[in-house]
């Protein structure tokens, strides 16, 4: 066996629906499945979502949007300055870019401000307005930001400013006090689209400046929709597609730099390039410096500039990941140390020293290991502040429970999956408690085994280039439309192997009835050794198209793989016993021997794994349930074999049958070799066998074992007498047959059980194994199901 990572659960579609939308819209079972999965399960929004034009709701739909654009276009028309006050992430930058492009475009005087997130933190905050209104600013414009500002919304009031804020997270009980609030999700909001990002409520202001579509816009609007993670649906589907369009041919000398340093080619951009190249590189701008450098990268005309802001951007990312990959360690380390998972279904950790800008990856990173609701805090022990950022799982709403301990949270915001705060110190332990006290009420245990969802269970003979372009339909993928995954299950291996400079991939090519398709797992090479190439898997991953050289193949992602039934090892030949410790997985394992000898020549620490067998009833005690199994020697008989497995369903068995010398290639005498030498004992009279054994045994070309061998059958067959190495031939003995004698019996077992255990094939060793297996198995739940 092989157990998968996570928990696989294939997505149980309606049938009946899905033959709907293969009826009436001429696409692939896949397909279909995937549309209903989406939630699209209907013909007019399948056919909508594959083909349907890209249509944008009206702008003022929005509350607040007219009297938002009124105060602006005042604004315009009396040269007020105007300031865009944003935030330091991927969305905030382009929201921020978005809106200054916009206003400059109608002439404004604007600019924009992003706080400091280590002197300032998320948010608006009410230096910043006192500054703004030192500086002579009228309005104030927020993006992506100011949802939670009420005490910030009054200080503009009082200072005489007008502010109008965008946003698109989720509100508080309490909304601020302000000019206009242009939210998706306002409750007072009747808009027919509610996952907006922030960019995506900044294009919508646009779009009404202009009184239509600012279509040049759209190349910085996909940049926030995709990094910021909002279901790729609806309005944010329209602008992921037309954005990827336009930012595949962009004139922005900032956005061609930064790709251009990132290796990437224009023309191959999707939203894996956003969500891996571009918004982790701005999002790193803000993490280690102010967030101004991004803003100022997409906003230049001038090559130079935006070639030096580019290199700048893409060093902050690669200090970025080296700090982020420091913290992760020491917060494994913490939580291993100090909070572990079996007592704590949330985590909360911080230290001092941790930069606060990269917590929240960190937080990403501990979710994928330990799979909990994880919040990772920045200690300031001066200030007796901790601050932080959170990630959760499914099942477990953050935005919703930390929402219950806000009199601890002054500075709090976030989603469902996703949340920052900033706290007392000495709150800390309290949150910790308090979580974990909701956890345990909402939280199972099952709910904490990591899950795989797939959209469909494939065979190989339906996975073919027009299936897979046809799939290609559904991008670009992203939140509520993910790149489909597929299960494969109990498919054969025709080859496998290891890939890469590292040996750290693995390459497979499976086949089903004739139909073959290769596979690909990055990262994944070491499981080739935990895979024996006789077994069935079953494997996850992501279907797509492999061209090279003009040459185009359906291949698969490998995620993850399993092996559902016991699989067989076979390392027979091998002569050294501590081969066992490398190639038997620890968890589980369980190293047989049969013979008291080879036990004291092997290693202490070896010896102290050791289950001695040393008869039948040992064997039948044995525990070998889901165990990786190691027999290291040969066993005196098959029964002690039989005795060890019946009924115990182990996960491996690992072939080693270590015998010092081997009666197989040893001459086994026929009934001639018999007959022979009882015509010589006879003709010869008693022989000294010490002094003479040797030159019998090269006369006849055997070796001396076979004639010792032979007298000793004689002798328990009375046929001779043996006294200190003098054979004698007993006269008048009665017949017997060979089979009579216990060391004849012994022998032609011995013989018979090298030949099927240790010299036979692969195949039938496992057809051995197997017959034992699921023998006893099959025989055990037959009593059960008749008890």
């Not at 956005?255 to 224009?266: E, H, P, Q, T």
């Not at 073959?516 to 898997?537: E, Q, R, W």
Request: net charge negative; charged share 25%.
């Amino acid at each position: 066996m092989l157990k998968s990572k996570t928990k696989w659960i294939v997505r149980n579609s309606d049938q009946n629906l899905t033959q709907t939308l293969v009826n009436e819209l001429k696409i692939t079972p896949l397909t279909a499945t995937l549309l209903v999965n989406r939630g699209l399960n209907t013909v007019d929004s399948a056919r909508y979502f594959l083909f349907g034009k890209d249509e944008f709701h009206d702008p003022y739909s929005l509350k607040g949007m007219d009297t938002a654009v009124n105060r602006i276009r005042e604004a315009i028309e009396k040269q007020e300055p105007i300031l865009i006050f944003g935030d330091y992430d991927a969305d905030g930058v382009s929201s921020t870019t978005l809106l200054m492009m916009t206003l400059r475009d109608l002439g404004a005087n604007v600019q924009f401000y992003i706080p400091n997130r280590f002197t300032e933190g998320y948010g608006p905050n009410e230096p910043a307005f006192r500054e703004a209104e030192r500086n002579g600013i009228k309005l104030i414009i927020t993006v992506d930001t100011g949802i939670a500002a009420v005490h910030e919304a009054g200080v503009a009031k009082e200072l005489g400013l007008d502010l109008i804020i965008t946003d698109h997270h989720e509100p508080g009980p309490v909304l601020p006090e302000a000019l206009a609030i242009i939210h998706p999700k306002h409750p007072d909001s009747t808009y027919p689209f509610r996952e907006l990002a922030g960019v995506g409520v900044a294009f919508k202001l646009a779009h009404a400046l202009y009184g239509r579509v600012p279509e040049h816009l759209l190349e910085i609007a996909v940049i926030g929709t995709i990094a910021d993670l909002v279901s790729l649906k609806g309005e944010n589907r329209i602008i992921a597609k037309k954005g990827l369009e336009k930012i595949r041919v962009t004139k922005n000398m900032g956005l061609r730099a930064i790709l251009k340093v990132a290796g990437v080619d224009l023309a191959s951009i999707s939203e894996e390039t956003i969500g891996f190249t571009l918004a982790p590189r701005i999002n790193a701008v803000g993490r280690l410096e102010d967030a101004d450098l991004a803003v100022q990268l997409l906003l230049t005309d001038d090559p130079d500039e935006a070639q030096s802001l580019a290199m700048e951007m893409d060093s902050l990312n690669k200090t970025r990941q080296e700090i982020v990959n420091t913290i992760t360690a020491e917060a494994i380390e913490e939580v291993e140390k100090n909070f572990p998972i079996d007592t704590n279904k949330v985590l909360v950790i911080g230290r001092e020293g941790w930069n606060a800008g990269v917590i929240g990856i960190v937080a990403s990173r501990l979710v994928e290991r330990f799979y909990r609701p994880t919040i990772v805090l920045n200690f300031d022990p001066v200030k007796g502040v901790a601050k932080g950022s959170a990630r959760s799982i499914t099942g477990y709403d953050l935005f919703k429970n930390l929402s219950t301990c806000r009199e601890l949270l002054p500075h709090f915001g976030g989603h469902p999956m996703a949340a920052g705060m900033t706290l007392k110190l000495d709150d800390v332990a309290e949150l910790r408690q308090r979580l974990n006290i909701l956890a345990d009420e909402q939280l199972t245990n099952e709910d904490l085994i990591p899950i795989t969802q797939l959209d469909e269970e494939v065979l190989l003979e339906d996975i073919s280039l027009s299936t897979l372009d046809e799939l290609r339909m559904l991008a670009p993928f992203g939140m509520d439309n993910p790149k489909p995954k597929v299960l494969i299950d109990q498919v054969a291996i025709t080859s496998m192997k290891k890939i890469g400079s590292d040996q750290n991939h693995l390459k497979v090519l499976v086949n089903e009835d004739g139909a073959t398709l290769d596979g690909v797992g990055f990262g994944l090479g070491a499981l080739a050794d935990h895979i024996s190439p006789a077994s069935k898997i079953s494997l996850i991953g992501e279907l797509s198209i492999n061209e090279w050289n003009n040459i185009r193949k359906p291949q698969i992602f490998i995620h993850d793989l399993a092996v559902h039934s016991w699989q067989l090892f076979d390392f027979r030949g091998q002569r050294k016993a501590h081969h066992v410790q490398t190639t038997v997985p620890s968890e589980n394992r369980k190293i047989i021997i049969f013979n008291k000898e080879l036990l004291e020549k092997m290693s202490i620490e070896l010896r102290s794994e050791v289950i001695f067998i040393q008869d039948i009833e040992a064997a039948k005690a044995f525990d070998g349930a889901s165990a990786n199994i190691a027999l290291v020697d040969f066993p005196p008989s098959k029964d002690y074999l039989q005795a060890l497995l019946a009924g115990k369903k182990p996960a491996r068995i690992y072939t080693y049958f270590y015998k010092e010398a081997s009666d197989y290639f040893s001459t086994f005498p026929t009934r001639d070799h018999f007959k022979w030498f009882y015509a010589f004992l006879l003709k010869k009279g008693p022989i000294d066998l010490n002094r003479h054994g040797e030159t019998i045994a090269n006369h006849r070309g055997w070796s001396q074992e076979t004639i010792k061998f032979m007298s000793k059958v004689f002798s328990e067959l009375d046929f001779v007498t043996i006294n200190n190495g003098f054979i004698t031939l007993n006269t008048g003995a009665p017949k017997r047959d060979l089979t009579d004698s216990h060391t004849y019996q012994t022998k032609q077992a011995q013989f018979a059980l090298e030949r099927e255990l240790l010299f036979s094939s692969f195949q039938e060793l496992k057809g051995w194994f197997d017959q034992v297996i699921h023998e006893s198995v099959e025989s055990e739940e037959a009593i059960k199901a008749w008890i």
